[in-house]
Every structure is written in structure tokens, then in C-alpha cells.
């Protein structure tokens, strides 16, 4: 079974440009999860989306926005980009979602490193 | 959300069994105990979970206190492979659905 698919793996950005990182999950997963990841801030949750619906969201400014497709494929978009967002950004997929997830396993991808100049 | 405190790092030798802490004493009772570890250049990767038991798998084992106010990470025998950094994480049993809390975590280093 192939694992969560993150793509690209690298990115380079100029500030105040925006960016889209696409983000494929284990086959049959119905939930995608997106994290930042920084040496100052450590892994942060940005956002989940269950069946297309955002359930769950960071505290996290309105610059940073996803979606999820039919096919449970989610893509996050960050506008307008400053240079405190260059990070790994972390996708990670499960197949359960709400109050059964207590008990679920995430799968993560291996990351996508954006670093903004 | 409770939280979970672990050390910053800890050392270990190759073969030789690891016990990692963590201590969450604002558990509540229907909390998961959840670990996740992430090696170099990957994401996170599940390692085991557990409730109220101790419980086992192929990469550890879960020690949980009777209190549930802390757990221990068990890695039989740590290989080299091992060296990442530990998260011991507290899933709530509501709708939060897959929003993991990370804190720092414990650096865990190998020696051969």
C-alpha cells in the first residue's frame, strides 16, 4: 500500500508570493491533517479536513487555507508568503475521523520544505 | 487539552533496552496515550497507544502507571535505527478528531 504522497519536497519562494503544496493519502483514508514544522515552534496542527469538510483548524492567521477533493487529496495554499513560513509542512492521513479518531494511527509524508526568501 | 512533559534527551547503547518517561498528571480519564517518534529528514511516525493496560507491539511496549499519570516508552533493544525524537502525545475522546498536540519531545541518542 503506498504511503501519504507529499509533493514537491522543496520549495523556494520569494515573500508576498503564495504557494500550494498538494498532499495524497494512503488509499481509503478519508482524513488529511496538515502540521508546520520549525526549529523554534516545533510541529504545529494547521488544519484537518474529514470528507471535504475542515473539522479541525490551528491558531493559525487567514493566510493559510486548504482544501480537500472527492478523492480525499488535499492541497494548502499560504498567500502572500512571509519569511517566518519557511518550515516542513507535514501532511498526514488517517482513516477515521471525530470521536473515533481517539484511537486512530496517523500516517505522515515525508514533508514538503518551503523556504521563503 | 492535558499536557505531557518528557525529558529533553536521553542516551542510550545499542542493544540495550530504553525506557522513556512521560509524565501527564492532568490526564483525564477517557485520554489516549498516544507515541509517536520521527527520525531524520522523515515526519512522524506512529509507534504504539494505549488507554488504561500496558500494551505491546513489534517496535515497543507501553508502560501506563495505575494512576495514569505517567507512561513509559519501552524500546527492548535500541538499534542505531532508533535515534529520533519521542513524542508522548494525549488524544482526547471527543471531537477533535486527528489533532495531534506535539511538545518538545525527548531527543534520543544511540551509541554503538
Not at chain 1, 503564495?18 to 496542527?45: A, D, E
Request: charge should be positive; include cysteine.
Amino acid at each position: 500500500k503506498a504511503g501519504v504522497t507529499q509533493t514537491p519536497r522543496y520549495l523556494i519562494k520569494t515573500r508576498g508570493q503564495q504557494v500550494t503544496l498538494s498532499c495524497s493519502p494512503i488509499s481509503g483514508h478519508r482524513s488529511v491533517s496538515w502540521y508546520q514544522q520549525t526549529p523554534g515552534q516545533g510541529l504545529q496542527f494547521l488544519f484537518e479536513y474529514f470528507s471535504e469538510t475542515q473539522r479541525n483548524k490551528g491558531n493559525f492567521p487567514g493566510r493559510f487555507s486548504g482544501r480537500q477533493f472527492s478523492n480525499s487529496r488535499s492541497e494548502m495554499n499560504v498567500s502572500t508568503l512571509e519569511l517566518g513560513d519557511s518550515a516542513l509542512y507535514l501532511c498526514a492521513s488517517s482513516r477515521l475521523g471525530g470521536r473515533e479518531a481517539v484511537r486512530n494511527i496517523q500516517y505522515f509524508g515525508a514533508g514538503t520544505r518551503l523556504s521563503v526568501l | 487539552d492535558a499536557k505531557t512533559t518528557q525529558p529533553n534527551s536521553m542516551e542510550s547503547n545499542e542493544e540495550e533496552p530504553v525506557h522513556l518517561p512521560c509524565n501527564h498528571s492532568t490526564i483525564s480519564g477517557t485520554d489516549y496515550i498516544h507515541w509517536y517518534r520521527q527520525l531524520p529528514s522523515q515526519g512522524p511516525e506512529y509507534v504504539i497507544h494505549g488507554l488504561t493496560s500496558n500494551v505491546n507491539n513489534r517496535m515497543a511496549s507501553l508502560a501506563i502507571a495505575e494512576d495514569r499519570k505517567s507512561s513509559t516508552l519501552i524500546l527492548h533493544r535500541a538499534t542505531l535505527r532508533d535515534a529520533a525524537v519521542y513524542y508522548c502525545i494525549l488524544r482526547a475522546n471527543n471531537n477533535a478528531g486527528n489533532m495531534l498536540t506535539f511538545g518538545g519531545g525527548t531527543r534520543l541518542m544511540v551509541k554503538p
